[in-house]
T-cell receptor, first 117, second 117 residues
Framework: AQSVTQLDSQVPVFEEAPVELRCNYS??????LFWYVQYPNQGLQLLLK??????LVESINGFEAEFNKSQTSFHLRKPSVHISDTAEYFC???????????????FGRGTSLIVHP | DTGVSQDPRHKITKRGQNVTFRCDPI?????LYWYRQTLGQGPEFLTY????????KSRLLSDRFSAERPKGSFSTLEIQRTEQGDSAMYLC???????????????FGPGTRLTVL
């Protein structure tokens, strides 16, 4: 079965420090890659995604993620975090389903980013 | 665009009872997904509709679970003979995607929290 691994369940950092949230997936065939974020008391929302082209994708609030096909990774980074970045971050990968006609999203278990002042 | 809505937001039921949840997607979205999320885990894919057609079901989905999207708009998820292990957050998401594509951005509803006593 296809899988998405987020090894870190919790990442505590101080404000203005850099952070990396790791995501690895099981398949090397063509996939679509996403990071979703869930702020406290809110629903899941898209942060950024990789479909094709440049392997580095950026969000509007300073996060970036790099698609590494050989490592089957899609790690999320930010050079300087803010208190407001405190949230749960989910990596998701769309794999081709059993029918072969549809892509099925598979989510990692999530990483809780806790930013301390 | 009023977002994805789910009803009810909370449901408490006794073991063995049937429950039904409703999801209203963003109006122009042709895809609708159902997920289950338990504490400390990411959303787990249950099933997916393209318009009114149910194209994929998780192999983990018990026969007690059934979903419909009769006119390609709202969807219902029914769980028959509920068990304590069914206690979870049930999430609905919608998106706009072409046939065979997997890079669509999903918009999530607030979820229905089910507690089975």
């Amino acid at each position: 079965a296809q899988s998405v691994t987020q090894l870190d369940s919790q990442v505590p950092v101080f404000e203005e420090a850099p952070v990396e949230l790791r995501c690895n997936y099981s398949s090397s065939v063509s996939v679509y890659l996403f990071w979703y974020v869930q702020y406290p008391n809110q629903g899941l929302q898209l942060l950024l995604k990789y479909l094709s082209g440049s392997t580095l994708v950026e969000s509007i609030n300073g996060f970036e993620a790099e698609f590494n096909k050989s490592q089957t990774s899609f790690h999320l980074r930010k050079p300087s975090v803010h208190i407001s970045d405190t949230a749960e971050y989910f990596c998701a990968v769309s794999f081709l389903g059993r029918s072969g006609g549809s892509y099925i999203p598979t989510f990692g278990r999530g990483t809780s980013l806790i930013v301390h002042p | 665009d009023t977002g994805v809505s789910q009803d009810p937001r909370h449901k408490i039921t006794k073991r063995g009872q049937n429950v039904t949840f409703r999801c209203d997607p963003i109006s122009e979205h042709n895809r609708l997904y159902w997920y289950r999320q338990t504490l400390g885990q990411g959303p787990e894919f249950l099933t997916y509709f393209q318009n009114e057609a149910q194209l994929e079901k998780s192999r983990l989905l018990s026969d007690r679970f059934s979903a419909e999207r009769p006119k390609g708009s709202f969807s219902t998820l029914e769980i028959q003979r509920t068990e304590q292990g069914d206690s979870a957050m049930y999430l609905c998401a919608s998106s706009l995607g072409g046939t065979g594509s997997g890079g669509d951005t999903q918009y999530f509803g607030p979820g229905t929290r089910l507690t089975v006593l």
